[in-house]
């Protein structure tokens, strides 16, 4: 048994799809909370549903939070392998008088869903205080908490305040089903408290779970563990989220280029917060998280200021990680890259990333880098190459030729090589990104020599003018 005194969190998800941003949310929540206290932040699996609780699913929810980088502290628990135990808590409370064994009827119990319907109450049955001997030793019966019929069952939310149950509001709810399989709000007590978790932080479409399992608590006669239920995350119009607001999967997020990171710190962000710091790291997320500072309305996922988190991110990362993302986004997308291109492809990545929000746009921004030659020029490309501009193309090769092929001196040398010729740069640069491109996004013109490098830049330029005459 876990020691009481020091914080417990739990993220439990149901292996039936994949890791929803809300869940992974609630899973970084419990993470921070944990890690701020100096507890332990575990995680269960509730794989009670078999015919959707794959091992396939499994390991989606177990992949979506390792590359969160929201790992719990321990193995993970299985709910389904603990039934036995379950069973066995169910048969302290029989013994104990606080629960009762339920011999009405499918029928009948339709019928007295019908009439409690009619009635405005809840579902009360007959066997409550019924000597279970008159149904018989054969007879197929469910096990129902007895629950007190008068006075308030009350939730101290960390969230949410004092949140009061009317106790004739809430139904005998069954523990075992007529199979002997456990139910959700069973299962959940048992293996909460056996796991020794202190605080259960999750949504707030649970609320009402919280009534029922603490009345299932106090019928075992344990501790009742600190509630924390967090508000539902919206999309941008305020409406719960739903696909046609984008993605809702951490995988989802994933493919679409967002960074790890990144999406940690606009999640911690995302109906919790800090003064007014959008960007921190994770040591200070665990450092300033707690628990009731989390707001209690809904959270609007905001794609502008996730883009800009991540942006500052992409910014701060490894030039050799950000080129194996961006590498596996031009596979992904069937883009056959030359060998000989890709050494080169971190120092194209420091060039250009200062522009991208998403891996997918980091992407897009090293192509023009990674083209073979000779390169196909665009017909925008083709229509600038006149007579003049090849001219001007040609001694402007000569002239770069001999600076150093850095940035700040390629900026200095086309800049005075306009000065020369007494034009402006616009005059001939459209022309020469486009042939140093291919017609892909670039950086500006120092800066794709430079990703290029000085054989390929100038060996682009010479293919072009020897194409286009």
Not at 166 to 171: A, C, H, I, N, W
Not at 244 to 251: F, K, L, P, S, T
Not at 332 to 338: K, M, Y
């Amino acid at each position: 048994m876990t020691e009481r005194s020091a914080v417990v969190t739990r993220f439990a998800p149901s292996p039936t799809g994949s890791l929803h941003i809300g869940g992974a949310r609630t899973a970084l929540f419990n993470q921070l909370f944990a890690r701020h206290t100096g507890g332990r932040f575990l995680l269960r699996i509730e794989d009670t549903d078999r015919e959707r609780s794959t091992e396939a699913n499994v390991q989606i929810i177990l992949d979506g939070l390792k590359w969160l980088g929201v790992e719990p502290d321990e193995a993970p628990v299985f709910q389904y392998a603990r039934a036995d135990r379950h069973r066995e808590a169910v048969a302290a409370m029989l013994t104990s008088g606080k629960a009762y064994r339920d011999f009405t009827s499918p029928e009948d119990l339709e019928a007295e869903r019908e009439r409690a319907r009619a009635e405005g109450r809840v579902v009360r049955s007959t066997w409550r205080d019924r000597d279970p001997a008159e149904a018989g030793q054969s007879a197929p019966y469910t096990v129902r908490l007895k629950a007190p019929q008068t006075g308030e069952t009350v939730v101290d939310d960390l969230i949410k305040g004092r949140v009061v149950f009317q106790s004739k509001e809430l139904d005998d709810l069954v523990l075992l089903r007529s199979d002997g399989a456990p139910t959700y709000n069973l299962a959940v007590v048992v293996d909460d408290h056996d796991m020794g978790v202190t605080h259960v932080i999750r949504g707030d479409d649970h609320l009402n779970n919280a009534a029922r399992q603490t009345l299932i608590y106090q019928a075992l006669g344990w501790t009742v563990p600190a509630f924390a239920h967090l508000p539902l995350i919206h999309g941008p119009d305020g409406a719960k989220l739903s696909k046609r607001h984008g993605a809702q999967a951490v995988g989802e997020f994933a493919d679409l280029g967002y960074l790890p990171e990144a999406l940690r710190n606009y999640l911690a962000r995302l109906g919790w917060g800090h003064g007014d710091d959008e960007i921190f790291s994770d040591a200070e997320a665990e450092a300033w998280f707690e628990v009731k500072d989390v707001v209690k309305a809904p959270a609007r996922l905001d794609w502008a200021k996730l883009n800009h988190v991540n942006q500052h991110y992409i910014r701060r990362a490894d030039d050799t990680r950000l080129a194996e993302l961006a590498l596996a986004v031009h596979r992904a997308r069937g883009i056959a890259i030359a060998s000989e291109r890709l050494s080169g492809l971190p120092g194209v990545v420091a060039l250009v990333k200062d522009g991208a929000q998403t891996t997918l746009q980091l992407a897009d921004l090293t192509l023009f880098a990674l083209k073979s030659r000779p390169l196909d020029l665009d017909l925008r490309t083709r229509g600038l190459l006149t007579e003049e501009t090849r001219s001007l193309l040609t001694r402007l090769g000569n002239h770069i030729a001999t600076s150093p092929w850095e940035v700040p001196a390629l900026e200095a040398s086309i800049r005075g090589f306009a000065q020369s010729e007494g034009i402006g740069i616009g005059k001939f640069g459209a022309a020469l990104r486009g042939v140093l491109s291919g017609g892909a996004p670039a950086p500006d013109l120092a800066s794709a020599l430079v990703a290029l490098g000085k054989d390929e830049a100038l060996g682009r330029l010479e293919d072009a003018l020897s194409q286009v005459q």
